[in-house]
């Protein structure tokens, strides 16, 4: 069976674990505390990052790009979630990007990190949430519900016509923020329209199940019609 | 002819000028200031970063990451830089986002904004560089040399048998940390083996030659025997 190391409020684990789940690829999921910087965990990604996915042929596999583009090319069936042709094929990796790096680098990373990864950690446990770094972090968010309300009011899907792995990463993000209860949904309805039809899909199903240990989420997080 | 916007010491712009280079694919430089926000710059990447290529047919791409797929994708001759067989191209991948994300935030674009960047910015142009976060980028650099010295102590190339988009990626990062001469070669001299190699292909010559204006390249930077 393949193995994916994961936790379960990083946006990365979340992005594989959706596009597993789109492409009907059976896993197993294996809580991984990266920040213990686990000795068995550090052989199998130096970086120390999750997710990690061990394939069925015992490769593994690290960083959630080099993972999504192996799944692609390993299990073309059904269709690419990268998309056909080349100028769509790098819309979608243009938008994979800006939500990894821009979304992920001032939003879901900082908001994770402050809300519940601090308190694990000894040396930042007893200092609590910077909340200067959480209102930046949530006053962002904007930005980003308005660019995704733009691109869907011009088409249908993120990065064109066809589902891809573009609504799949800023899915993923929001996902996270939205347990925690930060996206100011209501002001920004194309974006809810948007995240609702991602959310009915059957690939999310396993997310909404989802809860982190010692965190509730949001009261509208698994309500397909928020 | 092919455009690439650029900024001289951007790290992620210098990776696809090696690129091209390498796969000899004629373009022209243009130089973009993308800290002023030019609109014009802004209607052909929103991110407003650097580089964004026009091709030959006029289409724009964006994001170094999806501009060297959508490259290697479009200009397969002579082989592929992501390499040959699945999990091969796993591990440049993994690689590229090792060098993009951790090398590339805790350290490239932290020395470019503190020692070049900040001096443009109406906000930040007063302050000086902060030399707590200068300190604390060039302690991390030991630590990625050490993981190139690992790699090519156990490989040809930091990916494998071959040269590829890992062993570019992680030259562009470490050029532009060498032209402000600030890599520590002499306590890592398999690493700096491995860079020699890297400067002496032709590729790597524009580079060399490249100027960014009012900074003077440390005294070794074009040095092919350094």
Request: with cysteine.
């Amino acid at each position: 069976m393949r193995t994916l190391y994961h936790y379960p409020l990083c946006p990365y684990s979340r992005k594989i674990r959706l596009q597993l789940a789109e492409k009907k690829l059976d896993f197993t999921l294996e809580l991984e505390k990266f920040w213990e910087k686990r000795p068995e965990f550090l052989s199998l990604n130096a970086a120390g990052q999750v997710p990690v996915l061990i394939d069925l042929n015992g490769s593994v596999l690290a960083d959630s790009v080099a993972i999504c583009e192996y799944l692609e090319e390993t299990y073309p069936k059904d269709g690419s979630l990268i998309g056909e042709g080349l100028p769509q094929r790098a819309e979608v990796r243009r938008l994979i990007a800006w939500f990894d790096t821009r979304f992920g680098r001032d939003i879901s990373e900082r908001l994770v990190f402050e809300k519940i990864i601090k308190r694990y950690l000894p040396t930042t446990g007893s200092s609590g949430p910077d909340s200067a770094v959480i209102r930046q972090a949530k006053n962002a968010i904007h930005h980003h519900l308005d660019y995704i309300s733009w691109l869907v009011d011009r088409r249908n899907w993120l990065a064109g016509d066809h589902f891809s792995l573009a609504d799949i990463t800023a899915a993923a993000h929001l996902s996270v923020i939205d347990y925690l209860g930060d996206v100011p949904w209501e002001s920004h309805l194309l974006a809810k329209e948007w995240y609702a039809r991602i959310k009915s899909r059957p690939m999310f199903r396993n997310l909404l199940q989802d809860r982190a240990s010692g965190l509730t989420p949001s009261a509208h997080y698994a309500d397909l019609d928020f």
